[in-house]
């Protein structure tokens, strides 16, 4: 069953300008409903904008996602770029994980000199500071 743009973005849980971003920068195409023109959408497509919502949620650009597809309608096989692009998001994200786990860390021990050196929980504004500024 086609969708229109709004029934697209409702299934999809996103703005319908979203829908038309994607429609635009060439991640969903449309087909048109031949006596009013409006934008016409598959079920597929429902998965299509999940799939790249969950992509940004970890990290990919919109050019990557964009790749993948591209790269997986060209090819029968697994997606050779779509394996490279995965792996080097892999090898970022433990990268970021590294260094919010070396800045937890630092405000564990930061928080735990607070909490020594005022009992009462307020830190001085200079204290507070420093800890910002040392931050990676």
């Given amino acids: 069953m086609m969708m229109t743009v709004n029934e697209l973005a409702r299934k999809a849980d996103v703005t319908t300008d979203t829908v038309r971003h994607y429609v635009r920068i060439g991640l969903l195409q449309p087909e048109?409903?031949?006596?009013?023109?409006?934008?016409?959408?598959?079920?597929?497509?429902?998965?299509?904008?999940?799939?790249?919502?969950?992509a940004r949620q970890?990290?990919?650009?919109?050019?990557?996602?964009?790749?993948?597809?591209f790269e997986c309608q060209q090819v029968d096989t697994v997606c050779p770029k779509?394996?490279?692009?995965?792996?080097?998001?892999?090898?970022?994200?433990r990268a970021k994980l590294r260094e919010m786990n070396k800045l937890q860390r630092?405000?564990?021990?930061?928080?735990?000199?607070?909490?020594?050196?005022?009992?009462?929980?307020?830190?001085?504004s200079d204290s507070v500071w420093r800890l910002i500024e040392s931050a990676p």
């Fill in 32 to 54: 048109r409903h031949p006596d009013n023109g409006y934008k016409l959408f598959n079920p597929t497509d429902v998965q299509r904008l999940r799939f790249i919502h969950q």
């Fill in 58 to 69: 970890l990290g990919y650009s919109l050019k990557e996602i964009k790749a993948i597809f």
């Fill in 82 to 93: 779509a394996r490279k692009i995965l792996r080097r998001r892999m090898k970022d994200n």
């Fill in 106 to 124: 630092k405000l564990e021990r930061e928080v735990a000199l607070w909490e020594k050196k005022f009992p009462d929980g307020a830190p001085d």
